[in-house]
């Protein structure tokens, strides 16, 4: 009886963990838009990101860039920024020289540099009451994404593809970035079905206090990139109290409205998109190909679509930019603006 008592106890202050994500949606009237590519605006302004550690370099070498390109997206009308920290991990920054405290210090850097951005934002802007809050997410990338060698797209492992290894990796890493005080957790571009079970399993073994949410990334429109049903994947998301919202990042645009009305299929959750450009990826050379991307405007195109279709939380992932962010500002806004006819 005390470990089924405990047991409901825990679901409830999960479901309430997760309902803030919710309220959030509401308080920003329905509608809450995200940040876009980081690493894209970082070697936009410069940086190097030739590097297993990609974006996260710059914790190193550059953090006032990330703050800059935080800054950015906020002033592009974004009401939730990504941290730094999709591919930090304390493995990698291990592998760099640097001991394990360092490396989580890295980790906890990675959140304190947008709060930071957050903080100067709010201050420049003191004058004008924010409508919408703001929001600080803290990036937790695949296992695949410290590799660095192009799995996160296919979520083949290998022998290390199992349950407990994939916990182990994560475990401390997550606990780190929850200490840092982000609003958010965000688990990003999930690439099978067994990373996202071990994400769930440790949410409730860390005891993570802080919303999460969990995006796929699909290069069909119907499973996400390992083969894997998404439909299966959003399912586990949906037993998870503490997941707060389940969605798509790092996927071609044109395969968003599909994936989206397989998700609503399983879940009454918010629904989360961050899609990239459309550009194909070519792991070997580790850059884009500038081939089947689609313009701002283009993009935007399909914003309200996914609206209709279900979507509340919506941003972009690799090669969109603040101006991408800012048509989808514009767009929401647009959207909610439309007057109401008076009231007999």
């Known amino acids: ?93 291990e592998s760099k020289g640097f001991s394990k405290e360092q490396s989580e210090d890295l980790l906890s850097k990675s959140v304190e540099i947008a709060c930071e951005a957050r903080e100067m934002f709010l201050k420049e802007h003191s004058d004008r009451p924010m409508q919408h809050p703001i929001l600080v997410a803290a990036s937790i990338g695949s296992y695949g994404a410290y590799l660095a060698d192009g799995s996160e797209y296919s979520g083949d492992y290998g022998e290390a593809g199992t349950l407990e290894f994939l916990k182990d990796f994560h475990r401390r890493r997550l606990e780190v970035l929850a200490e840092a005080g982000p609003d958010l957790i965000a688990f990003e571009t999930i690439p099978n079905k067994l990373e996202a079970q071990a994400y769930v399993e440790l949410l409730e073994e860390c005891n993570i206090s802080i919303p999460s949410w969990f995006s796929f990334n699909s290069k069909d429109g119907v499973h996400i990139v390992s083969g894997d049903s998404l439909i299966e994947c959003a399912t586990i998301a949906n037993g998870c109290s503490k997941v707060g919202a389940v969605g798509i990042n790092c996927t071609p645009p044109r395969f968003i409205h599909g994936l989206i009305l397989s998700i609503r299929k399983v879940t009454d959750k918010p629904i989360l998109i961050y899609p990239n450009s459309g550009e194909r990826y070519d792991a070997e050379k580790k850059e884009w190909v500038e081939s089947t991307g689609v313009s701002d405007g283009d993009f935007v195109s399909y ?21 991408t962010i800012r048509a989808i500002s514009r767009s929401l806004n647009q959207r909610h603006s439309v007057p109401r006819p008076p009231v007999a």
């Open 1 to 93: 009886m005390v470990g089924k008592s405990a047991g409901g106890v825990a679901e409830q202050e999960g479901g309430a963990t997760a309902a803030a994500l919710r309220r959030w949606v509401e308080a920003g009237g329905g509608r809450l838009v995200m940040d876009g590519g980081l690493a894209t605006e970082l070697e936009a302004n410069g940086a190097d990101l030739n590097d297993p550690l990609w974006s996260a370099k710059c914790l190193l070498s550059s953090p006032h860039l990330v703050r800059k390109v935080h800054l950015d997206y906020l002033e592009a009308g974004a009401n939730i920024i990504i941290t730094a920290s999709y591919q930090a991990t304390i493995q990698g920054f």
């Open 303 to 323: 914003v309200n679509e996914w609206c209709k279709d279900g979507a509340v939380l919506i941003g972009g992932c690799c090669r969109t930019t603040p101006n």
